[in-house]
């Protein structure tokens, strides 16, 4: 509260990087309210309030691309409060040569807005597609290893890993989707990307061109539709993946259920052996008291008795075990009905469906 | 029941809040009846029956956001019933100063109804931030005890907590749904966004001015689609939240499922040693039965036994236990496909991607 | 099919109560045939076959609201074959008085078939209501006591309360969805509105008034409006329930998961003390055979190897119990990431957004 | 591949089942060109690729739906290649009748295309209704059985009919989503409505009469959306039907749960009862010792003793058991928010919803 | 980077199938400055950058399906870069034919354009099929193993192969999707169908022809419309595989979780019986202490109490089972309400759907 009223009485000030169209850069801080006056714009059309939008004000594209914030006249691009957000090195080693015309932009015999526009929106596809590239292994990775069938149970750094970058998927989702929208809503309406077209309207020599040969409209609107196109394949791998990570999430817990019954069987199985050993180690307990059975003297009886022990325990756990063999597995299997054995929809549908337009 | 036969007996009285367009703020009650004679309204205008509406009647926006609600003139902004809801401070505190030009709004170079829009507009969507902003960090929180891997059971008053909190997301969700619906409603139909400016159709001087320079229906559909964009992103980063719980409860139960699994393998290493103990210990038994074995004069038998019984113990357990390690990883691994290590979607077609335009 | 032949044969007779304009309420039976022609319809017109549906035909509105079947003209509201269905005691002691223009109906300055679909909508809407009520009190008693989290397993009653309820809440769902349809064909279409509005089509007098002042079109699409909003309101809150049900679910099975392990805990160090003192109490079954150790004689051997026995079973747990804490408890946290501590959502991004239109 | 090379030197035959509009059924085989060539159609119009589609072509309506293919045409209906798909019965049955006014078609006073459309979706409708009533009861009753909160383990032929019916229901939801959009695809389009009716086109007395009075295009349109609804309700029972199914599915998994909690806790208490004998048997253990204690010859000793053993057996498992249940319950229950336990939906927000427009 | 670098100095060369109208075939390498300045394309216009799409450009169409790059003019169809992605083998054997009108192409007394573009789209859509036919045996194979209720835990590998497949099945779905979506863009506009009807607008003789007879637009307009009706079938089809696998799962985790339940039991009820015996055996230790207990003379003391320790181990066992029996199913079950047995859906509501069209 305190910065927003020093804010008010002390005009802010933007740093501005202008990229001319003949390839001139220079960089200059400048007071907000001259900047907009210059631009013939109003102080609510630079307050960047939202984190992607493209709009056009009084023959001026205004950009901003999450901290890229960026005007775009039929002169000049000016990056504007580019400083500490990593853009230094991109602005001064891609941008510049790119609107000069050394890169490889589509557009580069187009109008200098057209440039401009193609390098802000490659920008901002590289940079989500970035962040893609970044968590795809790092997810690829940490799945290899949770939907390993070996494992007993989930590492938990890799678990751990993974919501973070399902996290940093959503948000991917989230951006990729305000992205396209943004586009959207102006390849929605034929009078915004004539409006995109700014040098069409301010340079008349190049406007009778434009109505002769080449439409600037056209020509913006493959340009748009292009970074759509990029925006949606984007958005499809980063759907794929999130896919797949609550696919393996299933096969996770059926791993981690497997293994828990196959301990739990073997569990069982000795629980049946310790049973049978007391049961007839109850015999040898019961000669251990001291109380006369009358069967003392005979020396037989001490092999008799100890061989009724140990193969009686085993003849019991050997029940118990065969026992168990038959109660896990149904006597009768259900008759599975053949529709399922045979394909049904491979057999039933499929047929049409492979004909296609004979 | 009885209060309605009452109310309709009586008429009803509306505790009104007046800002007049110069600054004057007065307060005051008000029959129905009166009220709406004064703004050439039917009776039923004035009835709030939905959660969030914004409607133009006779050259007059009548609004409601939950409690609020509000009727604004080409002269004044009337807030109704204002009272209990705790909006006193926020009417008088930053309403107040804001209408009358003081605040920080983007219209008050506009006509009157614009800046009371705005000011209501930014109020609603405050309050949904607010209530974001409330519950985020009590999600966080729970989450971050939740899926804490050490844990081996779940805290409850966390659980409950994050319950609260996900029922107080789907109620957002909700609301945001519906304060971006209303805002669509007006959006989709240029006929709507002209009556709701009230000014252009009462102050012909105005009317002029703006066929010359600014339009006012441009301006309402840029105000109006600010909020929309608001709403929309915190409507993202509701979705988000949802998604982060959904992604964590998962975690949660992989957690949960790998202790119990760590666990169930210490248990059944235990009942191995149990066993293989009772196994040798029914020796022991047999020779404390009082019976006659001949061996009770050997002296060397009893360590001769009593060793039996320990390494024998000893040595059937270590059996079990290597069975057991055999037996829960698969002798020979599954032969993991290439196509899944070399990481396909990035290697076969991101690189497709990735080059952009170029 | 034996009833469809004797139906063809005989006509089909309709109960019908008839709710004239000035008041006057006449139930009678009446031969379909004879109804149809009465009113210019052709027989399919009134076979009501749908569940929902409001259509218009030769000036006069078919409605259809699962039981109640009306048919509205300008002069007067059938109501047809509503015996049966707990209809009667609304019909009579609701519908009439509101028709008549006693009860609160927005409408009762407009013509008689506004006042008749306002009724019926009504009526629907708060039928619709009424089912919501009476299942949203039953499902948050279940949940409430299935989500505590001191049971450790789920009550069975509760449990099929909820199951019952949930299929009531997707039926609620798909009546409040067809609702909405039904309303929204209208809307949809401003030549159905149009033809919704008996009274202008059939009574000069009022159609030339209308051309003056209120227009009857737009009165009928503010109430159709207002019920989709109502319907809407309460499929909001349907979907609401539903989310509710589905978190709550995840909550029960954390609860129960956790429970088990802390049961499994419990479990496996009762088993490590077990299993202490059969290792230990082999001692002492070693000592109780029948065999010459020679230290038969010492008496203080006896209390040696007791005090070893339990002494040994002893240290032996405790030093299992503390690998057991050791194990489930990984030596080394993973690092969390600082991005999840600081909440990264709230500060990176919603500064943004809280800013608002500044 | 080879059926293929000879379908094309051969031309191939339909099996023809033809309807009069005056009621003559014949049956006989055509060549496929001379059948297009008669029609005026093409060759690819009659390949029926799809399995559903309505469409027209040259003043015929050319429909197919699964096995069913029939063409109509103002004067008569073809139904083709109807053998083998268990068709014939309704064809000679139902179609025939129907078609010749003896049944209850609601288009019967319409030209024939209507009636021969009419009795076509219907067939339709009622073949995909039926798959519905078939799984109906089947998927209630495995639902029934598996949801029973008595059984400890589902019941596998019962697991086994659900997953069948389940893939049956998506199938089913498949088909008539399909069916839905090639409804749509017509009603969408006021220009293939008018196409599909092929009287106005041909016969011009109707086309004058029907410019007069009942308009085709209206009747048709009516026709459509009346299967569209039904198709819908379908399609929405269809759905609801499902969601059961997941419902009763988290039931189940709750239901299974439970019942292991509870198995879980009279194990633990069981194991606590063993360890409890074990630690109080080693005192019998170390007495039984060959091993001089020195309290031989005491008499009182072997009562004491005894009676520690099961004493202390006895107690320590009555501790134990306490210990459990405290462990197991939070000794101070968390304080549950009152806003849930007031019905927070309904107190707060249901009020408004109810009171509808009064 | 480098690679790129010296892209950019060397003009890339395309590999060239050239398919001439009249069944040519020839192949060649030419340079992209070449090819486009022939076709009177600019440089842009051949990137092929996205995955696909089908666009038109100075009377050219421009088509890319996946690693499939063609040319499609009047006169010829050129296939670029066609090799190693195992192309080779269609293009001779099956496209050459195809267009000469050997094959069994729907349009082949089209222009050639239409010829091209089926072969092309049959093509694309033959491949998706294969896929989705290559995955469903797979699927069903690894499905009816996992689901097979007699297993105690889940094969790994079949696991593995369901995750893969599942993993291809989305790749399918959204490859299916974006095939979809680039039919669906050109369907949606008019424009643009017209320019896919290259031989129209250069042919004057064909395009009089077709103002007479066949409308070109509209057969392309049914072309693209049967491909898209295909991918949809296609995409219905993958959707319920994937429906199949999830509803799979279920079944998967309540199969072992039965198995769990049913271990469980036999856990528990051996432990019940070691138990009893413990318990019992306790007796026999307290007897087998060197302690003078009085008894020890008496010759029927020892089976007497050997007698107690069998019988009584038994008869506690056998209360344990039974109060286990009793503890699972409760005492009274919970009074099922009728509506679920009665079928509710089928009766209430089934009714109505099923009358039909009456």
């Known amino acids: 509260k305190v910065s927003e009223a020093s804010l ?20 200059s801080e400048k007071k907000k309210t001259e900047l907009y006056q210059e631009l013939g714009l109003q102080a609510r059309d630079l307050r960047f309030q939202h984190q992607t939008s493209i709009t056009t004000r009084n023959n001026i594209i205004i950009l901003q691309m999450e901290s890229l914030k960026a005007i775009v006249t039929p002169e000049c691009l000016l990056v504007l409060d580019f400083r500490g957000f990593g853009l230094d090195k991109w602005l001064v080693l891609e941008l510049g040569p790119q609107l000069a015309g050394e890169g490889t932009l589509v ?7 057209f440039r401009a526009l193609e390098a802000l929106l490659q920008h901002r596809v590289n940079t989500l597609q970035a962040r893609l590239n970044e968590m795809h292994p790092q997810i690829m990775d940490s ?3 949770l939907v390993d069938p070996k494992i007993l149970s989930a590492d938990r750094s890799k678990l751990h890993m993974l919501l973070l970058n399902s996290k940093g998927l959503s948000e991917l989702e989230t951006d990729v989707k305000v992205f396209k929208e943004s586009l959207l809503k102006i ?14 309207w301010t340079d008349p020599r190049v406007f009778e061109e ?4 080449i439409d600037h409209a056209e020509e913006m609107e493959l340009l748009l539709e292009n970074y759509l196109l990029q925006a949606e394949e984007l958005g499809n791998n980063t759907r794929e993946l999130k896919g797949l990570i609550d696919d393996s999430e299933s096969v996770i817990f059926i791993n981690l259920d497997s ?4 301990m739990m069987r073997l569990n069982l199985q000795l629980t049946m052996g310790t049973f049978s050993l007391s049961l007839f180690g109850l015999i040898g307990v019961a000669f251990g008291m001291n109380l006369e059975s009358n069967l003392e003297e005979d020396p037989r009886v001490f092999w008799l008795v100890t061989g009724i022990m140990f193969l009686g325990s085993g003849l019991i756990w050997r029940r118990l075990l065969s026992f168990l063999g038959r109660h896990l597995e149904p006597s009768s299997p259900p008759p599975i009905p053949p529709v399922w054995k045979k394909g049904h929809i491979a057999s039933a549908r499929g047929t049409d469906i492979k004909g296609g337009v004979r």
């Open 8 to 27: 008010s009485s002390v005009a802010p000030v933007f740093v501005v990087m202008r990229f001319e169209k003949n390839g001139n850069v220079t960089s």
């Open 107 to 113: 557009t580069y015999s187009l109008p200098f807005e």
């Open 143 to 145: 799945l290899e290893s």
């Open 187 to 200: 390849l929605d309406e034929d009078e915004l990307i004539e409006e995109m077209c700014l040098t069409k």
């Open 210 to 213: 434009s109505s002769l040969g």
């Open 259 to 262: 293994h828990r019954n196959v």
